[in-house]
Every structure is written in C-alpha cells, then in structure tokens.
C-alpha cells in the first residue's frame, strides 16, 4: 500500500486503484489517494486532467469501472451519493447548483433532514414534538447562516442572491449536511482577487471551527499553495505527483504537465 | 407562498390542523342543505376534481415528475371503492354503511398507492418525456385492463353503484387532501421534494434520496387519485371504462399547469374554475372543447407560470 | 399566515359553491319542455348527430301540426361530448335547471347507464332512442327505451345465421370497446350455440382501429362459413375490405350498427351480400317511411336516416303518445301512461313497452345488393 | 402458412407506424420536444387529399399513380404550409420557455385541430370515405397475399427513411438541424438562422404527416377528424421505443410495434388486450433501456 507523503492523522478517505472509463476514454486511471482527518488537501491538474471525475467517484455520482473507495474504514465504493453524505462526505459544485426555486433558508434547511428520522408522520400530525424539531431546525439552520453571514438574506430566493453569496451558500448547505469531509470544487472560480482571498480565509476558518476534512479542486495555484497543506497533481486521469506545496512546486513531472515539455 | 417569518414556522403548523377541523365541520355541516340537484353534482365534480389537482400537483408541480397517468390511479381507486361496495355495503345495515364506505374509499386509496408505487419505480431512471409516456402508458393499461374485466363490467360498466358521495364527504376529504400536500411540504421533510425537483444531483449531495422523495410523491398523489376516484363512482353510480383515458388524465394536467405547479391553493383554484368553465359554456357547447383548447395555448403563451399564481418566486 | 389564506381560500370556494347552489330554474311559458342529451361532438358523434336530427325533426313535425293537447314542444339538447362522466351532470342541469319533463338519450348504452339514475332519483321519465343494453332499464321504472334489445337481435342474428345462411361454423368478431358490440357478441354466441352451430373462432378489435387484417387473417385460418361482426358500421366498413383483401370471401353479417349510408360508401364492393339486422329498412314502402325518408331528405340536405334517425324520431312520438294519453306532463301519470303502452305506430315498426319497460318490437334483416340495403325479412319477437 | 400472412401484415402495420415515428422522433430531434399535433396534421393530410382529389380528377384520371403523386405532393405542401404555420403561432413564441410549456402547448393545438376538425363548418364528426387515389391490387404468392398498397407503404418508408438520413447527414441544411438540436445558442452564433431551420423541420415533418396520412387512408378509406390519435400515439410509442431523435430507431421501433400488435391480433384471447401491448413493450423496454432501442443515454454532466 502506497501511502501520501506527509501523512500523519488516521485517513478518512483512502481511493485504491480506482479507475473510471466512459466508453473508450478513461477518464481516472489507477488512482491512489488518501486524506486524513482535519487535514486540507487540494487537487490540481490542467483542464480535463480528471479531477471532476475524482469528485464525482468519491461522492458517488459515477460508480468507479474498477478499484475500491473506503471512507472512515468503511469500503463505500458505488454507494449512491445520499448514502454517502449520510456516512459524512458533503460537496459543492462547479457550476453552482443550489435548489432555484427555494429562499436562502430552505435550501439549508432541505440539507438538514438526512439526520433526522424521517418526517412524514410527524410533519402530517404537527403537534408538540414536530414544532419542537422545526424550531430546532430553524435555530440550527440560522445559526449556520449567521456564521457565514447570509442570516440577513434567509428569505431571498437563493439564486437571485450576488455570485459570491451563492457560492458560499453552496458551502454552508453542504456543512448544513454535518459532514466529515467536504469536497470543494473550484470554489474561487469566477472570483476576484479580493473575493479569493476572503474564500482563503474562510477555507481555513471552516477547517477550524468544524474541525472537519477538506478537499478542493481548484485552478487558481495562489490559493492552493496559500491554503492546501498537501496537494495531489492529476493529469490524464493518473496521479503524477504528491507532496506538500513547496514539494509540488519543485516537481519537475508538474512543472512539465503545466507549462508543457517542449 | 412558503412561510418565511421566523415565527411562521411552528403557528403555522399548529393553526392548519385548526383549520382542517374547521374545514371539514364546515363540509359535514353543507351535506345537511337541501340544493339544486345540478348545483350540487357540479359542486362535487368540484371537490373531487380539487383532489385530484391538488394530488398530481404533489407529483408534477413539487417534485417535479411529469406524470400523465392520473386518471389511470383514479380508475384504480374508483372501480375498487364501487366494486367493494357492491359487494359488502349494500348488503349492510344502513348504519354501518357511512363506515363502510369510507373503507371503500380507503381501500380505493390503498390500492391506487400500490399502482403508484409501481409507477413510481420506473420513474427511478426515467425522465422529462419519457417519464410522461411511461405513465401516460400505465393509464391506457389500466383502462385496457379495466375493459376485459368481467368482474367489474368490462366494456359494459359497473352499475347499480350506491349513491354515497355527499357534499360533505367531497369538501370533507378535499380539506383532507389539501391538508395533507401543504403539510407534508411545508416542512423541512418536505423541503427535500422541492429541492428533488429543482436539482435532483445537488439534492442527493445533500443527503436527500430522490427516489425515496419521488415514491413517496406517486405513492401519496395516486392514494388521494384513488380516493377521488371512489368519491366519484359513487357520485356518478356509473363506472366506464372510456372515462378514464388519456384525455382525462390531460384535463388534470391541464388544471395543475393553469394553477401554477407547485401552489396548492391556485390549484384548488383552477380545479374550480375548469370544473366550472364547460358549465357556463354549455349553451356554446359546439365550441366548448375549441375554446377549451385556445384557452390552454393562450394560457401558455400569456402566463406559463398559472393563471393564479401571485406573489413572488423566482420564475426561471 | 399564508397557510390560513390557503384554507381561507377553500372555506370561501365552499361558501361560494353553497351560495350557487341556492338558485333554481324553471319555464313559465306554455311550451312544454323536453330534454335530449346526445354525443354530438367527440368520438361517437356520427350517432348523436344522426339520433338528435330525427329527434329534433320529429319536435318541429309536431310543432307545426299545433304542439301536443295544445301545447307546443320545446326541445333543450346537451352535448355529451361520447364522454363518461358528463352524462350524469348533463341530465342533472336538464332535469334540476331546466326543468324538463322527460328526458331523450342516449344512443351509446354506457352513457344512458349513467344517465338513468339520476332519472329515477328524479322521477323524470327517461326514454333512450337506441342503446340496447338489457341492463339500461333495469335502473328503475322510469326508464323506457323504444328500441329492441341485445338478447332479441342476437337471437335474430344466430336463428339467422343457422337457418338461412346454413352456417355450421362462425367466428365472431367483437369490439371490446363497445359494450353494445359485446352484448350483442354474447347473445349471439348463446343463441347460435343453442341452435346447434359452432363457434369456431372469437377475435376482439378495438374501435377506431384500422387494421384488422391480424385477426382477419386468424379468422381465414378457422375457415368459418360466415362471420358474425357485431360493430359500428365506421369499423365494418374497413373490416369488409381488408376481409376481401385478404380473400377471406364469406357472408359478414351483423347488427343495428352497420346501418348507414356510409356503410356502402365507405366498404364499396366489399360490402357486397353481406347481411345485418336493424330497426327498420328505409326502402320499405310503407306510408309512415316513406313520408319520414322524405321529410328527413328535405330537412337535411338529401341525407337518408339511419335507424339511429328513425329510432331518435320515435322516441320523440312515442313521448308524445304518451303525454296525450296521460293527459298531461305530471311525472308518474306520464310513467303509467308509457308503461302501459300496447301498441305504439312508429317509422321502426309497431312496438310495445313489456314489463320491463322494453320494447316489443320487429327486427329487420337487410341484405347489400348493388350498394343499396335490400329489405329481406321481419322477424317478430 | 398463417405465421408468414401475418409477418406479411405484422410488416405492412409497422412500416405505416414507422412513417409516422419519422416525423415525431425528426422534430423531437432538432427541438428536443414533443410535437402532439403531429398526429392532427397526418389527419389534415388525409383530408386535404380528400378535398383535392376531385379537382386533380378534373386534370388526371384518378385512381391513377400519376393522379395520386398529384394529390400527394399538393397535400405535402398544404400540410408543410400547416405546419410552418402551426409553428410560428404556437411553439416559436414558447421557444425559450421550459419544454413542459411547449408540450402542454402541444397539447392545446392538437385538441383545436380535432375539435374545430369535427366542427360541421369544418370537416364535421362523420367518417367519409376516402377517394381510391391509386390502383390497387392483391398479390399472391402461393397462400400469401400482399396488397399493393402494403407494399407502396414499406417502399416509401424506406425511401423516406433514406432521403430524410440523406437530408439529415450530407446536406448543408442537415448540418445545420443537427447544429440547432445540439445547442441553439452556439448554432445562432455560427450564423445559423434558427427560425429558418426550424421552419424547414416543421415543413418536412408535417409533409411526412401528410404522406403518412394518405397512404393510411388508402389502406382504411374512412377518414375522420380524430383518425390521427390512434396510430399517432402508436408511431409516438414507436419513436420513444426506438429512441426518440433517432431516425432508423423510429423505424425500427415502428416495425417492432407493427410485428407484436399483430401476432397479439391474431392469437384469440389476447386480441383484446391489442391496445395495451404496444405500452407494455414500451415500458419493459424503457425499464432496460432507458434510452430506447438505438438512443444513447446521455451521462448528465455534474
């Protein structure tokens, strides 16, 4: 077994040899990466180098062709993405994807209900102990929401909200999910310099006070180097480097895949 | 339309059993008048036609499936609630018979739920166009079904169904119906409906199972189908076949679309309004159904979000 | 907040539907009301259109002869649109709105099913020109019909089939949408059984359809010596061609639901020597048809009535008949006086009302000779 | 014996199916909806053949292959004139709505054509006969019959089938529907003038409508407002079963629909489920492969 350079905490992720193809094109090959816990790592490689793809097999969108995924030692290859955001792996997205026709406030509280037992009955009675956990709800919700500062737009339709709202809403849903690890995918894109900076901050703010796992693809290599304490490098769908960013900078394999080798 | 104060929430909650009780009273209470005979059967098409709505709008307008099989599920609930009616409640003691037909009208329900949830499986992997055809399928099966089957008449119909259906038992079970849609979405269980419709990927990121969600949405919209479907075999005494084919099902779609998918409450209107509108036009009846088109293009083209559909929401 | 709008909402709907409710209609004039719900638009039309212009014929015949004890007739038609469902509310918005006396319809027995409840509830006489489904009067004594039923025509047909034809073998071929056509296949079957024939092969379509050659060629296969098609003459039509396209060349005969002009134009030569029994023959020289043909002619640009027509026209007579013996329009004097009706004259021959409140009355068969329906024989119950 | 007669049927069915399946599954195709009225203005071309042949009888002797190309072809145009129209009045101001819109829109156009159709202003409810526009006959080979009319319809379906491919593939227009079907935004962009293509689509959809529905009048020569909504739906069925978008699939699934409707009719028993198999196919096909037939399934990009 191949370990990541650097590794110190206990994993929470680990992808052994997995390997996704669509018709013809393999899109991931024979990859091999471990995450451990609270720790930040980013994934980086030039356009169509596969990390999308890495997201989607490690949040259960595609199922991998070959390989095996295990989260918090658990195997969870080809669980359905629900299932996996139960065991603790939330997610955003590149292209933002929030719930268009609900406020700012329900689109967090719909990520509530996986850790509730379900509420059909008690939604249809409403008595006491609905009210009681709807309250809680609402507290818990509104309470993420302050954090992030998005309280004072709970009831705006999430998507009519500024780009940079939208963007950090997608991430408070996803925390909304009180997940282990989350997967950021290219959380700076579309942002300025000032924006990116903020998002830096907030990256490392999250890590902190939720003590959880993050992963992030990203293109911009300012805020990777700035925050990533381990940074893996995709291209052509295999790992072609690992190590801290210092490590990854000298790499002469990742200099070449992105400034080419002619 | 959603609540959204911070203290809606858990008001709003206790205050619409409140209403439901009401509601239902009221229901109970309108069965003792004495009415037009004609008032009072338009005046059920009305109820059963707010339930079956109201139910599809579960389907169509919160979770956004695309379901043309309604009528298929009312087939199912009607010919099961007569059928068993014929065969234990007119035999009963007049006392029991209220009781009675209401498990008709349950089983009518239940067994309709089954049929959806064996529509609801196949929506697992379909979609948009396809979806709509699978279930579009499903009813004209039924209905084919329905016409070879000597044990509730076949081609010929089931007759002799008792009258039960009141005034009452409509409104009372159309609040039901009603109060079970908006509850059971307005809470942040149902949140995860919505959240299906909008973005089906995001949502199970978020931990919602979709398929779960959109069972759930068939199961629940083909019970109350089949509820109505049994309030309306005994309204009309009469079952054929050919009432529940595709053009049936297209009349409920149409009231969902008119209403706003996804608002019950302009649901429930347009449920009225198209109930009432091939009334008023009865003395142009030649260009009923013309009209009736024009107004379905028109609609489209002037307000696609409803006729009815006020206040704000995003609108895409 | 919202919420409590919602259910506001609905509260007020109730409140509104109850206030409707309240109104009631009614006619003050001397005319006296009667209603007809027919299927003039959808899918059955070609029968309400034919059935509501004898129908709507026979008023305006009485009318100019000076009304009936004086009065005129008024006629209130509804469409139907062949649907289920509307029938029920229809009849309702006749009786309780408008305020009719009786009520004519339907020629499609699925939808004077539905309607004849809501005639016995109501005490209103209900009269159906041509559905001859048995079960149609079994909804109660206020509902008559003036044409003959299933089990009589089916007998007709198999007594037919045996005896004239010499037919030992014969497949039957149903519309499972239509419960006349099934009916009637039933009776047949039964009849034709009794009389020592064969049924050697049973083959369903469905309405509407346009290829029957599968069950066409399945049937060719059995070698019948005739074949029994129970349906709608828009159906036979095409069947009888693509029987003689197939070579399938034995006599086709059926019921009332081939006779129309449209059987010969549509089928053609194909429909050459086949046979069907109906409810009168419009070649028949007798007085009272040719005096009908030709008005019906006259009315409606050169058309020449189908029975639907004829029977349509006779519902209307025979209501008449009934008004004047009754004296009146008063509901049950009006039921006894067609109940005890003994022998009615109408365009479809002498009839009268059984215990059941069932017609008694003569069949014809006709034959297709030269493209015109050649009369052949009337056979008495 | 029996087995190849109704092969010989099952085949003359599926390819009448087959034709009506090009036209929905080529609009489907290039605008990504389903065209309900599609159906409706197959009935239109029936009735335009049917008002016009006693005018070209004037000119022509009818019934005559000469007579009936005549008739054809006028009716093509009629109905292509229909469809532009058709079109530009209902579906071209729903353009960048949500497809559900649109279909609901179809919807609404096809009860107009039907009911106006059955208006006695119009057309009226009654069945007319149709005008034998070309000769027909039977052929025998031993036992088995085959109608000339069967076989003109697997000819020009397969004609069809060819020139739409042809159309659809190697034409400079047929570059351009593939272009709008792909991305509208981007094919505007490119300089395609998408108002023109879609028009042209509608024309040659609606024209393949008008041909389907004379060559389904001839084989059953009563014609009436609502004839389109059954082997409409059917052809539908046929398109989704094939794959919708997809030309040889609508064939195919055409000829799979014509074949299983067929030897259901013809076994006693089951004939009168006959109206129930076509969708029963449909779905366990659909619950296996959820695309159709010959459809891709498209991997949504996340």
């Known amino acids: 077994m191949r370990k990541g350079i650097g590794m110190s905490a206990p994993s929470i992720l680990s992808l052994r040899e997995v390997t996704i193809r669509f018709g013809g094109l393999t899109a991931v090959s024979g990859l091999n990466l471990e995450i451990g816990e609270s720790e930040l790592v980013g994934l980086i490689g030039p356009n169509g180098a596969g990390k999308t793809t890495a997201f989607n097999l490690i949040t259960g969108v595609y199922a991998p062709t070959e390989g095996e995924i295990r989260f918090a030692g658990r195997p969870v290859t080809a669980k359905r993405p629900h299932d996996l955001t139960k065991l603790g792996i939330a997610r955003t997205f590149q292209n933002i994807r929030l719930f268009s026709s609900l406020t700012v406030f329900d689109n967090v509280r719909a990520a509530t209900q996986l850790h509730r037992s379900h509420g059909v009955r008690m939604a249809l009675w409403r008595g006491a102990a609905f009210a009681a956990a709807e309250a809680e709800v609402e507290r818990g919700v509104m309470e993420l929401l302050e954090i992030f500062d998005l309280g004072r737009v709970r009831d705006e339709i999430a998507t009519s909200l500024p780009y940079g709202d939208q963007r950090r809403l997608e991430i408070v849903r996803a925390l909304a999910t009180q997940p282990k690890l989350l997967l950021l995918d290219e959380p700076a894109a579309g942002m300025n310099p000032t924006e990116k900076a903020e998002l830096m901050r907030l990256i490392r703010f999250i890590k902190e006070r939720f003590k959880i796992s993050i992963m992030l693809v990203e293109h911009d290599m300012k805020v990777v180097m700035g925050i990533c304490e381990r940074i893996a490098v995709l291209e052509y769908g295999k790992k072609i480097g690992e190590g801290t960013p210092g490590e990854i900078r000298k790499d002469p394999k990742v200099i070449a895949a992105y400034l080419g080798t002619e | 339309m959603f609540s959204r104060s911070p203290l809606s929430l858990p008001t709003a909650c206790q205050g619409a059993k409140r209403w439901l009780i009401a509601a239902v009273l009221c229901s109970i209470l309108l069965s003792f008048g004495q009415f037009n005979r004609y008032y009072l059967g338009v005046a059920m098409d009305v109820g059963i036609n707010i339930i079956l709505a109201v139910s599809l709008n579960l389907i169509n307008g919160y979770t956004g499936q695309f379901s043309l099989g309604h009528a298929g599920f009312m087939a199912v609930g009607a010919y099961t609630a007569a059928k068993f009616s014929l065969v234990f409640a007119v035999a009963a003691p007049e006392p029991a018979r209220p009781v009675l037909f209401l498990v008709a009208l349950v089983l009518g329900g239940a067994v309709a739920a089954l049929s959806g949830l064996a529509v609801g499986i196949p929506s697992l992997r379909l979609k948009g166009d396809y979806l709509a055809i699978v279930t579009l399928g499903f009813g004209e099966i039924i209905r084919v079904i329905v016409q070879n089957l000597e044990a509730v008449g076949a081609a010929s119909g089931l007759k002799g169904i008792p009258k039960y259906t009141t005034l009452g038992w409509t409104f009372a079970l159309a609040s039901v119906t009603v109060y079970v849609v908006v509850s059971l979405v307005n809470s942040t269980y149902g949140r995860g409906f919505i959240a299906v419709k909008d973005d089906e990927v995001a949502a199970s990121s978020m931990g919602i199972n979709p398929v779960r969600y959109k069972v759930t949405a068939f199961v629940v919209g083909a019970f109350f189908a089949g509820i109505a479907g049994g309030l309306y075999a005994h309204h009309k005494q009469f079952l054929a076949p050919t009432g529940f084919d595709f053009l049936k099902s297209i009349d409920i779609v149409v009231m969902v679309i008119l209403g706003g998918m996804g608002r019950t409450a302009s649901v429930a209107l347009a449920a009225v309004v198209l109930t009432l509108l091939p009334e008023v036009l009865r003395p142009v009846s030649e260009y009923r159904m013309i009209l009736y088109a024009l107004l379905i293009i028109g609609l489209m083209m002037a307000r696609p979000q409803g006729l009815f559909a006020f206040g704000r929401r995003a609108v895409k | ?381 | 014996m029996e087995f190849l007669q109704q092969l010989i049927n099952g085949l003359a069915l599926g390819s009448i199916y087959a034709l009506i399946a090009l036209g929905y599954t080529m609009v489907y195709g290039v605008l990504r909806f389903i065209n309900f009225a599609h159906s409706d203005v197959l009935m239109l071309g029936a009735f335009s053949a049917y008002y016009l042949a006693p005018a070209v009888a004037r000119v022509l002797p009818l019934p005559s292959i000469g007579g009936a190309l005549v008739v054809g072809l006028l009716a093509c145009l009629i109905c292509a004139g229909l469809g532009v129209l058709i079109e530009r009045l209902a579906y071209r101001p729903l353009r960048s709505r949500p497809k559900l819109t649109v279909l609901i829109t179809a919807i609404g156009v096809s009860l107009f054509i039907e009911y106006t159709g059955q208006h006695r202003a119009v057309f009226g409810a009654d069945t007319k006969r149709f005008p034998e526009l070309m000769p027909g006959t039977e052929f025998h080979l031993g036992s088995l019959i085959v109608g000339s009319n069967d076989l003109v319809v697997l000819v020009t379906t397969l004609l069809l089938l060819a020139g739409l491919w042809f159309i659809v593939h190697r034409t400079k227009v047929g570059t351009a529907m593939r272009a709008v079907s792909h991305n509208q935004q981007a094919a505007a962009l490119m300089g395609v003038d998408i108002n023109r293509i879609i028009a042209f689509t509608f024309a040659l959809g609606s024209a393949l409508a008008a041909v389907a529905g004379i060559l389904y009048a001839l084989k059953a020569p009563g014609i009436d407002p609502l004839m389109g909504v059954q082997p409409g739906l059917r052809a539908f069925i046929a398109a989704v079963l094939g794959g919708i978008g997809n030309l040889p699939g609508a064939a195919l699934g055409g000829l799979v629909i014509g074949l299983l409707e067929t030897f259901a009719g013809g076994i006693s028993g089951l004939s009168n489920y006959r109206d129930g198999i076509a969708f029963a196919i449909l779905i366990l096909i659909l619950l296996f492969r959820p695309a159709g037939l010959l459809g891709k399934v498209t991997v949504e990009k996340v």
């Open chain 3, 1 to 381: 907040m919202h919420m409590r709008g919602r259910i506001l909402l609905l509260g007020g709907a109730i409140g509104l539907v109850a206030a409707a409710l309240s109104g009631c209609g009614g006619t003050d004039s001397g005319a006296i009301l009667i209603g007809e719900f027919a299927s003039l638009t959808g899918k059955e039309a070609t029968f309400g259109i034919s059935s509501h212009q004898g129908t709507a014929l026979a008023v305006e015949e009485i009318n100019a002869a000076g009304g009936i004890l004086g009065r005129p007739l008024e006629l209130r038609t509804e469409d139907d649109q062949s649907k289920a469902g509307e029938p029920a509310n229809v009849v309702n918005k006749l009786i309780s709105r408008d305020g009719v006396v009786a009520v004519l319809g339907e020629v499609a027995s699925s939808r004077s099913l539905e309607a004849a409840p809501v005639c016995q509830a109501n005490k209103v006489p209900m009269i159906s020109p041509a559905s001859t489904n048995p079960k149609v009067t079994e909804s109660g004594d206020y509902i008559f019909r003036v044409c003959f039923i299933d089990p009589f025509q089916g007998t007709v047909m198999a007594n037919f089939a045996s005896k004239t034809l010499r037919a030992r073998k014969v497949a039957v071929f149903t519309d499972v949408k239509s419960d006349y056509s099934k009916g009637l296949a039933k009776f047949f079957k039964e009849g034709f059984v009794k009389a020592g024939g064969q049924i050697c092969a049973e083959l369903d379509f469905n309405g509407g359809d346009k290829d029957f050659k599968a069950q066409l060629t399945a049937i060719k296969a059995a070698a019948p010596d005739a074949v029994f098609v129970p349906g709608y003459y828009t159906d036979v039509a095409i069947i009888c061609i693509q029987a003689k396209q197939l070579q399938l060349s034995v006599p086709f005969f059926g019921g009332d639901g081939w006779e129309s002009e449209k059987l010969v134009e549509i089928g053609g030569a194909a429909m050459e020597g086949h046979y069907f029994s109906t409810h009168y023959a419009a070649d028949n020289p007798t007085p009272r048809i040719t005096a009908f043909v030709e008005a019906y002619k006259k009315r409606y640009a050169g058309k020449t009535p189908d029975a639907m027509a004829a029977l349509g026209y006779d519902s209307v007579m025979f209501l008449a008949d009934g008004i004047k013996r009754a004296g009146g329009t008063e509901a049950s004097g009006l039921r006894q006086a067609l109940a005890e009706t003994k022998e009615f004259e109408g365009v479809t021959g002498k009839m009268a009302m059984n215990s059941q409140r069932d017609a008694v009355k003569a069949a014809v068969i006709l034959q297709i000779k030269g493209g015109k329906f050649r009369y052949m024989a009337t056979v008495a119950p």
